[in-house]
């Protein structure tokens, strides 16, 4: 099939050749049948670091030559994720090309034709960027949408609904790609339900990426599983490529989901910023890490703008000395709540001779973790109508999840906003909680993860233990 771009060769009916002709790379062969597939519904559901994005970004650019004129749109949870590693894989192909092909390249895209979230073809083509909000998507006609890890996008079932009415009248591809992630999602059900039937679905384990067949290096898959042993849900979800269960969690996936924000970016601490904002410092040293959060409060929403977590053995001056930057540059830390367990009142005294502000010492017990993760959870599950203003909380008394503000049928969102980070989420994921014989819950986590994030940014809520809920007017 011949491309209508001027003076360029005879692009090849086999995509795997176009990857070793035209963009000068050679697949590997468990990702054939995924570059091979002409169906107009594609989910491919891989481990990570597998080359699902790489060879998505390839069959992309088929596309676009394939099909002149065409409008390729590719979304992510986060806009800047489509920028930084969409983008820079696209990039990466065509700028191999040039480096084989000077006149293909030439004939095909052109220097001025690459841009950081757009890439215009000399055939009249273009591939787009685009935030995952359902009214963006849904103001084009678009030839092929690819969706990554679209199993962690917030609103996924409205933006697959916007992904159907842009191809409806292009006869046009969707690509939806993802690890595993929670199963109330529209990712999980294409490969569980049988209206998705339409869907062509491509399943890759990480043992099907090992040498000689694929990239992995099989001393750090082992290490990886080493450090998972004690979370075997996250090895089983990023690498083996199953679903898991959490009802035994604080904070379940499909909640930590529901409070992402895709307009949302962590702020350098090196950054000026105003506001009111509210630290937490969870310190530890050898076995756990530091971390310091801060949330803003605006508008009665709160906002995660940062959450850093430093290396084991970083000494508890260093960390003092952090959150003084971030006084220094944040104007202003309303509260600054530390663990002070086994460091000691000490700690909170070394902070304030820091010059550190507002500075509360929390020592956790069974009580305080209890409060600190009750008022977490109670925001994250605190709704706003955007429109008519009402509040009330995401769960329906049958158990059922809102999608809606039952006044006038408008969108609904968390008061509680957290930024895209994986980490972040598979963090808040960790602990594990259980009730005690005298009515106590107690929470723990498994061997080899990590809940510092956590407990942070539950730290960060503490000013809110008394007096600082919101009212409610639930239905």
Known sequence: MA??????????????????KWLGYEPYEYMHPFLRDESHF???????????????????????????????IISAPKYDQVKRIAFKHLHSHLNRMKARDPQLFRAVVG????????????NGSEILAESPVPETIRGHSAKAVYLMEMNFIRDDEDLYTAVLFTLN???????????????????????????????SKHMLPYTEALPPNGPLTPSIVSMIEEQLRGDPSRWRREMLCEW????D??????????????????????????????????????????????????????????????????TYGAVIGYVKRLQDNWSRLVSVNCDQTGVGEYIVEDMRRA???????????????????????????????????????????????????PNDDSGISSVFHIPYDQDLFNDLNTPIYTLSKTGRIQFNHS??????????????????EKGGNIPLAVT
Request: charge should be neutral.
């Open 3 to 20: 491309s209508s771009a001027t003076n360029c060769p005879t692009l090849p009916s086999d995509p795997v050749e176009f990857c070793r």
């Open 42 to 72: 594609i989910a491919v559901l891989q481990a990570r670091q597998t080359g699902k994005t790489f060879n998505g970004m390839a069959k992309l650019l088929y596309y676009a030559v394939r099909y002149p004129g065409s409008t390729i």
């Open 111 to 122: 220097s001025k034709g690459l841009m950081r979230t757009i890439i215009r073809f000399r």
């Open 169 to 199: 009248t292009t006869d046009g591809y969707l690509i939806a790609e993802s690890t595993p992630w929670n199963t109330d999602s529209v990712f999980h059900d294409i490969f569980h339900k049988e209206e998705y039937g339409a869907f």
């Open 244 to 247: 898991t269960e959490d009802d």
């Open 249 to 314: 969690r604080w904070l379940p996936m499909s909640l930590i989901t529901f409070c992402q924000d895709s307009s949302l970016s962590y702020r350098s601490a090196e950054s000026k910023r105003r506001g009111q904002f509210f630290v937490g410092v969870d310190f530890g040293k050898k076995r756990d890490h530091s971390v310091v959060a801060v949330i803003e409060l605006k508008d009665g929403h709160y906002y995660l703008r940062h959450c850093h977590r430093f290396m084991l053995d970083t």
């Open 355 to 405: 010059g550190i502000r507002n500075v509360n010492g929390v020592t956790f017990t069974e009580g305080t973790k209890e409060a600190m993760a009750t008022i977490l959870k109670e925001k994250m599950r605190t709704v706003e109508c955007g429109e008519c203003g009402w509040m009330g909380y995401v769960e329906n008394f049958d158990g059922s999840w809102r999608r809606s503000c």
């Open 447 to 464: 061997s080899g993860t990590h809940d510092d994030m956590f407990w942070a940014i539950a730290l960060s809520m503490k000013a809110y």
